[in-house]
């Protein structure tokens, strides 16, 4: 059965501080894949892999002065993310994590939002 995780009932910490103001959440998971083909005959004979890389973004009502200050310092932070459901709970924590950019937007019918992106070295689905 699936599970329906829902944004209301989720948390998102960053260093073990609770973003405030957290809209949403995105992550992905990209694993480098090389095909390596048989001399004479157009068939793969094996797959190898190489790097995995991820990519995240926290999307934020207004602005995050914690984040801010990690785009101006260079510095590397975690974040872990309870995400929660009616039949239970998963744990996503991304490790040393640097960020990338952010960008800021807004319109006339709501408030502004930041969204910063951030890459990390590993990411952990319990």
């Known amino acids: 059965m699936a599970?329906?995780?829902?944004?209301?009932?989720?948390?998102v910490k960053v260093n073990e501080e609770t973003v405030e103001g957290l809209q949403a959440i995105e992550y992905a998971v990209?694993?480098?894949?090389?095909?390596?083909?048989?001399?004479?005959?157009?068939?793969?004979?094996?797959?190898?892999?190489?790097?995995?890389?991820?990519?995240?973004k926290l999307r934020v009502a207004?602005?995050?002065?914690?984040?801010?200050?990690?785009?101006?310092s260079n510095a590397s932070f975690s974040v872990s993310a309870t995400l929660?459901?009616?039949g239970g709970t998963r744990s996503v924590s991304f490790d040393e994590c640097f960020m990338e950019d952010k960008a800021f937007g807004l319109n006339a019918e709501g408030h502004g939002?930041?969204?910063?992106?951030f890459t990390a070295t590993r990411v952990r689905e319990e």
Do not use: M
């Open 3 to 11: 599970k329906i995780f829902t944004a209301f009932a989720s948390e």
């Open 30 to 56: 990209v694993k480098n894949r090389q095909e390596v083909g048989a001399i004479g005959t157009d068939e793969r004979i094996a797959v190898y892999f190489g790097l995995k890389s991820v990519s995240g």
């Open 62 to 72: 207004s602005i995050n002065t914690t984040l801010d200050g990690f785009l101006q």
């Open 84 to 86: 929660r459901a009616a």
């Open 113 to 117: 939002e930041t969204t910063y992106s």
